[in-house]
């Protein structure tokens, strides 16, 4: 029994390494051009956001998950707990940038909410102007560095605009879905908007993708 333990604690690590390796994160492609967005996000920004900034939390993440796995693999409650405070960061800078994306799209291309989406804004907060109008404060009020998001409420079965710090993934930690998001961390947009936060805020409209938000305010209902 004991001459096979070390073997089998080998067999487990060497097993958990290489379902880890098979299931590493990598980073999605964007559904259009960096310039694509133009004039309202600049190239410079979409690249340096996408290839740098997106590229590191998927990194970062793949490298936590595998201490985390070789926690897991030794049994050892500190390896794990040091490295969760890295899985919720980078897992949550994954998890919302593959959002972001998708939720944007060229001006000429985005539209207006209709339909569902449409019925669901005007009776959960008025009108679309108050619902942006709404979201775009939660997001000119971050504090630092942070999203706000509009989100579908699976209790309350309405829309609401929500702050989250960091990159704290919305749905694990509050059990929100998440609709359309706004990414004020400066990386976003100082490069071409300095210091003015509300300028940027209100032009993402511009570009917002009302029919990736549909969907997924379909499969939030559909849950
Ligand atoms: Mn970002």
């Known amino acids: 029994m004991l001459a096979l333990r070390p073997g089998l604690r080998e067999l487990v690590t060497v097993s958990s390494r290489l379902s880890?390796?098979?299931n590493k994160h990598t980073l999605p492609d964007l559904p259009y051009d960096y310039n694509a967005l133009e004039p309202v996000i600049s190239a410079e920004i979409m690249q340096l956001?996408?290839?740098k900034h997106h590229q590191a939390y998927v990194n970062n993440l793949?490298?936590?998950q595998d201490?985390?796995?070789e926690g897991?693999?030794?049994?050892?409650?500190?390896?794990?707990?040091?490295?969760?405070?890295a899985i919720?960061?980078?897992?949550g800078g994954h998890i919302n940038h593959s959002i972001f994306w998708k939720n944007l799209t060229p001006k000429s291309q985005s539209g207006e909410p209709e339909g569902d989406l449409l019925k669901a804004i005007n009776s959960s907060f008025g009108s679309v102007q108050v619902m942006k109008d709404s979201v775009s404060a939660a997001a000119v009020a971050v504090q630092g560095s942070g999203w706000a998001w509009l989100a579908y409420n699976p209790k309350s079965k309405l829309l609401?605009?929500?702050?989250?710090?960091?990159?704290?993934p919305l749905e694990p930690t509050t059990g929100l879905v998440p609709l359309f998001g706004i990414d004020v961390w400066e990386h976003a947009y100082y490069l071409q908007y300095k210091n003015a936060r509300p300028d940027y805020v209100k032009a993402i409209w511009q570009i917002a993708n009302w029919k990736d938000v549909a969907q997924r305010l379909n499969e939030a209902k559909s849950k």
């Not at 609401?160 to 704290?168: G, I, K, L």
């Open 49 to 51: 956001h996408h290839q």
């Open 62 to 64: 793949n490298i936590a």
């Open 67 to 69: 201490k985390l796995a």
């Open 88 to 91: 919720r960061f980078n897992g």
């Open 20 to 22: 880890c390796s098979r």
């Open 160 to 168: 609401e605009s929500v702050p989250c710090p960091n990159q704290d």
């Open 72 to 85: 897991l693999a030794k049994n050892c409650a500190k390896m794990q707990i040091a490295v969760l405070p």
